[in-house]
């Protein structure tokens, strides 16, 4: 069957009545069935963007599905869930350096500064034929690593009094079970520093020489570390009594194969590690305690109660306008329990042992002035706090928008916060009171919109409530934006527990945290941490001695 042609409108002007009826007909029938094409096609969009928006549900279940099951493969290891996103990049992005700075010289290559501190020095003679004239010598400098082994015999002149005592030579400082204090310095070295398993460490010690077993290295690692202890005590109440701010941030650690908790608390100038079975605030404010066990009821303590909505007529009872100490837990529960506290019941007695010990911090003058900048972990938020931007902006990477307007929103919004982040460094870089209003009020503009994403808008709506932490570098602009300090200190140890593992012994988790924290701090402070081991087990004397690091810490700051 052929298909009708239909006239040319061209020659409409020649055409009859019914040739133009049918010319119109023909078009309005075109017409109609172009409109239904346009209907299908346009049903066949819908249909398609209904099925991508449920492709876009189905994935974003099916990556929260899989997260999930890392997360519980991860907690049948005993370890850490995996975080499920990646890291923004704003810090990076927005960097600290104005656009007029210049990147620092290179190091130039060539020879190098220890050209003074020769420890050797050798003439190589060579063959040249009669009639030669001498010249001098022309110098080569050769960095070069001796590592020998040696087995010392130390004759111990032993004498008879008259009295029939016996009197024995002593031997040099620092020798114990038959090991020199060189020995110590290295394993110390290479186990708190270099990260080695004392397996490792056993085989290369009888590899080069040394018999020794692996009994006698832990022991070097682990025993008497007093001296280390106590400094590194020191080192945390000379931060916490100093420091302008700390940085916090915790992690999980593997101690008697029980789940516990290192937490990181640290500044410019000082770190320090503490591990525990609990991360609660009430195991943090011991922390901040330090070495001291009492518990002070004052004006601090009772205002942390009123911070905790505590029944006010409970806190009556104990307010005797007056400080009041006590030496330990015991005659504090004894007191409380005397003015009608159940401290048998954990809720209500949490609050007021937390309040006792933050009485006795302030009582010691520890934390004073400093802001504590965290990732917004309820454990932290005490005293003056100040949140983290990187953590408040990794939030938005947590969100799974499911349609492309829900993308854009969550795009818009986070190239609006990098904005302000770059203005918030500059702040810090230069503060002004008139720029400090400006940043309130542009914030304010930022976290009041509403999007229509309702997770987007909760989250804004959350980080608004938040204004005052994540703006106190407008009044403290010495204190950082963010925790990564505490984070890059945290990443020696998660390296050290995954090469390490647990720990078994409490000496052996003292040790660890301490022997951390002292290397992190020789660091910050710009020591060799070689050399500082020597000077404190009495070995290396041909550096300078090293000051308590304490003495150090509250120097510079």
Known sequence: MTKRRLPMAEHADTLSLKALRE????????????????????????????????????????????????????????????????????????????????????????????????????????????????????????????????????RRECWVTPDGDTITAQLPTGIRGGFGPNLRRFCLMLHAHGQVTTQRMTTLLNDVGVEISKRQVVRFLTERLD?????????????????????????????????????????EHFTAFRTASSKSRLNFLALLRGNYQDYVLNDAAFALLEDRQVDPALAARLNTHEPVRFANRVPFLQHLAEHGIDIFDTETLRPFAEAGIWGAIRHHGLVGNAVIVSDDAGQFRVGTHALCWVHAERLLQKLMPATPGQVKHVETLRELIWHFYKALKAYRRRPDPAMAKGLQARFDRIFSIRTGYSDLDKLLFRLRRRKPELLRVLERPEIPLHT??????????????????????????????????????????????????GDRLGVGTSHPAIPPLATMIVARS
């Open 484 to 533: 990564n300090a505490s984070e890059r200190d945290l990443r020696g140890f998660v390296i050290k527990r995954k090469i390490s593992g647990g720990t078994v012994s409490r000496n052996g988790r003292e040790a660890r945290d301490s022997m951390l924290g002292l290397s992190k701090t020789c660091q910050k402070l710009g020591l060799s941490f070689w050399h500082y081991l």
């Open 23 to 154: 010319l119109v007909t023909g078009l309005v029938e075109r017409a109609d069935r172009a409109d239904a094409r346009i209907e299908k096609l346009e049903a066949e969009n819908q249909r398609l963007a209904d099925e991508n928006d449920q492709l876009r549900l189905e994935n974003t279940r099916l990556k929260i599905d899989n997260q999930l099951l890392r997360d519980e493969i991860a907690r049948l290891k005993n370890l850490p869930p995996r975080p499920p996103f990646r890291p923004s990049g704003m810090e990076k992005a927005t960097g600290d350096k104005p656009l007029s700075a210049k990147d620092p010289a290179p190091r130039p290559r060539g020879p190098k500064n220890d050209t003074k501190r020769v420890t050797r020095e050798e003439v190589l003679p060579v063959s040249v034929p009669t009639g030669s004239r001498f010249k001098g010598y022309k110098d080569c400098f050769v960095r070069d690593l001796v590592l020998q082994v040696e087995v010392v015999r130390y």
């Open 227 to 267: 001296g280390f202890h106590a400094e590194d005590a020191a080192v945390l109440h000379a931060g916490l009594v100093s420091a302008p701010y700390v940085t916090v941030d915790d992690t999980g650690a593997r101690h008697a194969n029980r789940n516990f908790h290192t937490t990181h608390i640290g500044g």
